[in-house]
Each structure stands twice: as C-alpha cells, then as structure tokens.
Nanobody
C-alpha cells in the first residue's frame, strides 16, 4: 500500500492550492480518508476527512476555506482557499484503519500514511 501526496508549494497569503492524494496497492473505497498537517514544533493536527459516501468533516481552523473530496478511483483532494501563514505545515494523507467506520480526528485511528507534502504560505 502506498499513499502519495502532491500539490504542495509556496503561496502568498490569501492564495490557493489543491492537494491530491493517490492511493495504490488496494482499494480504499469503503474507508474514511483524511488529511492531517504538522507544523514545526507542533503536534499533528486534523484537517479534514471524507467517508465512502462523501460525507465529510473539517477541522475548526479550516472551515469555510478548505474543501475535501474524493473519487471512486482511490484519489482524494483538498482544495485550500484563502490560505494563511498559520496554514504552513507538512500535509499528510491518511486512511482509517477499519472500513465502514466513520470519521475520526484522532491520528491514531489511521493506519496508512503518506510521506507528506510541504505547504508554505508567506505574507
């Protein structure tokens, strides 16, 4: 199993980026997939998750600015608008351990992780 994130980069305050996560090795169509982020010196933080019905959950700090989506082919996306310097972090794609189990903000509930993609927002 492999999860690969892409789409990170350097963007100005107020700008937008779209992250992608591609999963391979097995189907995750019946699993919750999620995004987490970790800034230097800070704990890993829940960003968003989406389940097999495309029901989603967003972290409080990104509501109204970020959108999560997925397709039927093991891909997940994070559209990030109105980015702020506080959004600077490494963003990780993750898949929840058990299928048909709903959203979780706890990183310990996710078994598969990508290596992350850096997002840097400058003012």
């Amino acid at each position: 199993v492999q999860l690969i994130e892409s789409g990170g980069g350097l963007v100005q305050d107020g700008g937008s980026l779209r992250l992608s996560c591609t999963a391979s090795g097995r189907s995750f169509s019946t699993y919750v997939m999620g995004w987490f982020r970790q800034a230097p010196g800070k704990a890993r933080e829940f960003v968003a998750s989406i389940d097999w019905r495309s029901d989603f959950k967003l972290g409080g700090s990104v509501q109204g600015r970020f959108t999560i989506s997925r397709d039927a082919a093991n891909m997940m996306f994070l559209q990030m608008n109105n980015l702020k310097p506080d959004d600077t972090a490494v963003y990780y794609c993750a898949v929840r351990t058990l299928e048909y189990v709903g959203a979780s903000e706890d990183s310990g509930d996710y078994a598969w992780w990508g290596r992350g993609t850096q997002v840097t927002v400058y003012s």
